[in-house]
């Protein structure tokens, strides 16, 4: 192994091609060692050996997905891995959160941002061996070039998103002057050729947003025929005001002055601070490590601690869904943060709370009181989902979801009352939380409808399975209403510590007397809910109607994960049992304690072989119930598929984005469904674990952070070590500890 020159005047002329470089490019500092279980590699692959040619044959834009699985990313700005020397033509390679633009037919959608980490290279460079280190969030590229003689390198780069300063962007690139493109070659020695104007780039939307990207690049030789560049940018972007460029060129003004090793040390110390406070790992599994920890690091990567984030379906990796709002970020993504990143998880919940005007102006517009979510949201918090698609025969079809998957309004108020559960944090419920939880419950009161026989019934909506629309009495939005209903009435039932606000209003909306008689009427209609339980049975009835639809098994069709939309057609999917993801199951997922009691084996008995996993959120959701019903192995089988939705670019959807709904499925299915973590409420008084392993693994690893205590969990099948950084209550089995560090095992 042949070591790489730290400075420009120690730079051999012709560095050989080496998978375990020690040294960063451009003198940026040694790079950390090569880990299977911390590193993706695209391109030459150390685990796998070659890219599987499977993958590539099913993704004829297999570089489209490279992109989206090597994005580097902030929580306020994304860089897809794009090459360098195409990143100038492509307009959705660099994305900011929550920065929109209006956009015929999707309402709003992600705007480009002016690409920062471009370089003028010759065009047919190759993309070489891409590394992705998961540890500190460095992307590394190393590419051999021809001219330079075999395994000599042509052109390295290091590329990062600054997790210390969100906005700020660095790129730290070596190369041959052979790479440059031919205009420029002559002058490629030259500091001043590549070097950008001073001048912030400044972008505007049709919508009265804005951004301002600032940049700066230091060119120098690197040796003979070679040079160094190093590039700092910085963003300041906003859907909703053009911002001062002086903004953009202050910060960047500061990064610069950091520079970029600098910088790279701040970032590591950040991440190995965010690794401590959150990971999983499965010991003797590095890929499966790799691909937990590749979902953790890819989330922590979708949102920042700023004042608010939007994550979108795809976060920042992509432009799938127009980088719209859905269920995805309020109960796949802000649970995983939730237990490791606590800030960021507040800044998700900010985003709902600054959109609730929007959304009781939505529900004032169905004549309702309250306040209903929109299924897709964008800048301002109105309903955003597209009307209409195209299908696969080119026809025009209805889209549904927006007028009718109401669900999201109890999922709202799920997030922020979990986000309180993890944190231990009633203040927040009690404060800028409560008006969401009692809006959202207004709202359910005010939808539901009375029979002759004073039974409350949901009609006309569409659960989680979309292949069923405008059904009556889904039993997962109304055992979801039902418990947004209860834990309104709780909360405002509650003695509260804190002053309330003249008038004895809590939000402006009703005097304390009058609230609470609007708890006892919700307490009333969560009881009237119908539900569609059977007690006979121990099943759920998905909606009124479901039990007497044809009653066809996925596997008739083929081997799930499979689009029974598309193999049985629109109409005649809607005719069958066949669903597409969880839907009563969801129940089971989110609201245990809502369900039931031991009637998850029932359930999950009937509905698995009846889901298509149609979804990519799908497989992650069956394999945490599974684990806990106690069926580890098949749990793991599904965990499996989970793992390669975006790895493997299962549903070939990849390209759009990473499926940030089941990257948090995954950690979920690892935390809840093997570690068994349950955590329901603020006030719980011990953290409760019930771990359950299967066959193939001896030991799990989970680090997170619960009512603020950090603990590491180390999960065997007959004991668990608990070590926490202060004393700390755990139920294990059933079984209360009072654990204090330096921990113990239990069991
Ligand atoms: O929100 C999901 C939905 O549940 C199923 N279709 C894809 C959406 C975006 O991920």
């Not at 451009?26 to 590193?39: E, H, I, M, N």
């Not at 900011?96 to 209006?102: I, K, L, V």
């Not at 490629?188 to 050729?193: E, T, V, Y």
């Not at 517009?365 to 301002?380: K, L, V």
């Amino acid at each position: 192994m042949a070591a790489r020159a730290r400075s420009a005047e120690e730079t051999p002329a012709r560095a050989p091609v080496d998978v375990e470089a020690p040294f960063l490019p451009g003198g940026l500092g040694p790079a950390l060692a090569f880990d299977p279980s911390w590193c993706l590699v695209v391109g030459e692959d150390p685990v796998h050996g070659a890219e599987p040619a499977l993958r590539r044959a099913r993704t004829p834009d297999w570089s489209r997905v490279e992109q989206s699985l090597l994005c580097v990313a902030d929580g306020v700005i994304g860089t897809r891995g794009v090459l360098e020397e195409e990143a100038g033509e492509d307009l959705s390679a660099v994305a900011g959160a929550g920065y929109y633009e209006p956009a015929p037919g999707v309402g709003d959608r992600l705007a480009g941002l002016p690409v920062w980490c471009d370089l003028p290279l010759v065009r047919d460079l190759g993309s070489g061996r891409r590394v992705l280190d998961l540890r500190d969030g460095v992307l590394t590229r190393t590419v051999a070039h021809d001219g330079d003689g075999a395994g000599e390198v042509g052109f390295s780069s290091a590329r990062f998103a600054c997790a210390e300063r969100p906005g700020t962007e660095v790129l730290v690139a070596e190369l041959s002057t052979a790479v440059l493109a031919e205009a420029l070659s002559a002058d490629a020695l030259s500091a001043d050729a590549l070097s950008a104007g001073a001048a912030p780039t400044l972008r505007r939307t049709a919508g009265g947003g804005g951004a301002a990207m600032a940049r700066s690049t230091e060119v120098r030789a690197g040796g003979p025929s070679r040079i160094v560049v190093e590039r700092v940018a910085t963003y300041v972007a906003s859907a909703r005001e053009v911002p001062a460029p002086s903004r953009a060129a202050e910060a960047l003004g500061s990064a610069v002055g950091v520079g970029p090793a600098g910088l790279l040390a701040e970032q590591r110390a950040r991440w190995s601070e965010r690794w401590a406070a959150g990971d999983l790992e499965v010991a003797g599994d590095a890929e499966m490590t790799r691909a937990l920890r590749f979902a953790l690091f890819h989330l922590r990567s979708s949102a920042s601690w700023r004042h608010e984030s939007a994550v979108g379906a795809r976060g920042l990796s992509g432009p799938a869904y127009a980088g719209h709002v859905l269920w995805d970020a309020d109960v796949f993504v802000l649970p995983v943060l939730a237990a490791v990143d606590r800030r960021a998880a507040r800044s998700m919940l900010q985003y709902r709370l600054d959109r609730l005007e929007a959304a009781q102006r939505r529900a004032a517009g169905e004549g309702r009181r309250g306040a209903r979510y929109p299924w897709e949201s964008a800048t301002t918090g109105d309903d955003v989902t597209p009307r209409s698609g195209i299908d696969q025969h080119g026809k025009t079809v209805a889209i549904r979801t927006g007028d009718l998957e109401a669900h999201v309004t109890a999922d709202v108020a799920w997030a922020a009352w979990h986000y309180a559960s993890w944190s231990g944090d009633w203040a927040f419920l009690e404060g800028p939380g409560r008006p969401l939880l009692v809006e959202t419950a207004r709202y359910w009161a005010a939808r539901i409808c009375y029979d002759d026989a004073r039974r409350a019934h949901i009609s006309r909506v569409i659960g989680p399975d979309e292949y069923h629309e405008d059904v009556d009495d889904n039993a997962f939005t109304n055992l979801m209403a039902r418990w947004n209903l209860l834990r309104a009435a709780e909360l405002v039932e509650r003695p509260r510590a804190a002053p309330r606000k003249a008038g004895g209003r809590v939000d402006g909306s009703a005097p304390e007397g009058r609230e609470r008689e609007e708890a006892a009427h919700w307490r009333e209609v969560a009881a009237a809910l119908v539900d569609g339980y059977d007690p006979t049975t121990g099943r759920y009835e998905q909606f009124t109607g479901f039990s007497r639809l044809e009653p066809v098994l996925v596997s008739t069709l083929g081997t799930p994960p499979l689009a029974a939309d598309l193999v049985l057609g629109h109409d005649k999917v809607a005719a069958t049992q066949v669903i597409k993801q969880a839907d009563v199951l969801m129940a089971y997922y989110l609201i245990p304690e809502g369900t039931a009691a031991e009637s998850l084996a029932a359930n999950l008995q009937y509905y698995l072989p009846r889901t298509a996993h149609g979804s990519s959120l799908s497989p992650a959701v069956h394999a945490s119930l599974l684990a806990r019903a106690g069926r580890c192995d098949e749990a793991l089988d599904l965990l499996s598929v989970a793992r390669a939705v975006d790895l493997d670019d299962l549903t070939a959807t990849t390209a759009g984005g990473l499926h940030l709904a089941n990257l948090g499925g995954l950690w979920r299915a690892v935390v809840h469904g093997f570690v068994g973590a349950q955590v329901q409420r603020p006030d719980d008084d011990a953290l409760v674990l019930d771990p359950r392993l299967p066959d193939a693994w001896h030991e799990l690893r989970a680090a997170l952070t619960w009512h603020g205590t950090r603990v590491q969990l180390t999960c065997r099948r007959e004991s668990v070590r608990v070590v926490p950084d202060a004393p700390l209550t755990v139920q294990v089995h059933g079984a209360r500890a009072r654990v204090e560090p330096p921990g113990r095992w239990i069991g």
